[in-house]
C-alpha cells in the first residue's frame, strides 16, 4: 500500500521555467512533509519541508504547497537551472514514526 | 565533520547466499534507519534503530535484519539473498529518532544478486 506517490516518474523542464513536481498521499495523519534530492552515486539530500499546519513554505528558488483536502503537495523550482537535474522524492512523517517516501519523479532541465 | 559512512559501496553476491552491510552515522548521531531503493519503487523503509533497540520496522521479511552497536554504528544483514534483493541499501543517521528534517543519508551500498 503507497500511503505516498507521485505519479510523474519524469518530467522535463526548460532551463529558466518553472518545474512543478507532485505528490499525493493517503493517510489524513501524515503532520509532516519533505522534499529530498538525490544525485546519481549519492545519498538523498533534505530540500524542504512542510508542516500540515502550513500552506507554503518558501527558501529561495524553493516553494512547497500543501493542500490537505485534497491530500496532494507540489515542490515549485523557479527558474530551474541545469543543477537541479535530479531525482526528487516527497516525503511524509506522523510524529516522531518513520519517514515515508514516494517514488521519485527524475527531473531534467533542458538548457 | 564526517559524513554518514557506508561500506562496502559495491557488492555482488550469489542467490542464497548472506550479505552484511556496514553503517557509521555522523558523530553524535544516535539514531540509524536503514531504506531500500529499487526502480519504480522508490525509497522503502527497513528499520530504525536508536540506543541500540529497533524503534521501527518496514514491511520486509524476516531474511532482513539489523542491530546498532553502543557506539552508534549499525549493520545490516540479508540472508538467503534472493534476486529481487538486488537494489540500493541507503543508511541514515539523525541526532535523535524520527526527526524527519535532520535526517543525512550516506552515499549507500549497491547490492547486486546473481
Not at chain 1, 42 to 47: H, K, N, V
Not at chain 1, 51 to 63: H, L, P, V
Not at chain 2, 70 to 99: H, I, Q
Amino acid at each position: 500500500d503507497q500511503q505516498v506517490k507521485q505519479n510523474s516518474p519524469s518530467l522535463s523542464v526548460q532551463e529558466g521555467r518553472i518545474s512543478i513536481l507532485n505528490c499525493d498521499y493517503t493517510n489524513s495523519m501524515f503532520d509532516y512533509f519533505l522534499w529530498y534530492k538525490k544525485y546519481p552515486a549519492e545519498g538523498p539530500t533534505f530540500l524542504i519541508s512542510i508542516s500540515s499546519i502550513k500552506d507554503k513554505n518558501e527558501d529561495g528558488r524553493f516553494t512547497v504547497f500543501l493542500n490537505k483536502s485534497a491530500k496532494h503537495l507540489s515542490l515549485h523550482i523557479v527558474p530551474s537551472q541545469p543543477g537541479d537535474s535530479a531525482v526528487y522524492f516527497c516525503a511524509a512523517i506522523i510524529g516522531n514514526e518513520k519517514l515515508t517516501f514516494g517514488t521519485g519523479t527524475r527531473l531534467t532541465i533542458i538548457p | 565533520k564526517a559524513g554518514v559512512t557506508q561500506t562496502p559501496r559495491y557488492l555482488i553476491k550469489t542467490r542464497g547466499q548472506q550479505v552484511t552491510l556496514s553503517c557509521s552515522p555522523i558523530s553524535g548521531h544516535r539514531s540509524v534507519s536503514w531504506y531500500q531503493q529499487t526502480p519504480g519503487q522508490g525509497l522503502q523503509f527497513l528499520f530504525e534503530y536508536f540506543s541500540e533497540t529497533q524503534r521501527n520496522k518496514g514491511n520486509f521479511p524476516g531474511r532482513f535484519s539489523g542491530r546498532q552497536f553502543s557506539n552508534s554504528r549499525s549493520e545490516m544483514n540479508v540472508s538467503t539473498l534472493e534476486l529481487g534483493d538486488s537494489a540500493l541499501y541507503l543508511c541514515a543517521s539523525s541526532p535523535s529518532w524520527g526527526a524527519g528534517n535532520t535526517i543525512y543519508f550516506g552515499e549507500g551500498s549497491w547490492l547486486t544478486v546473481v
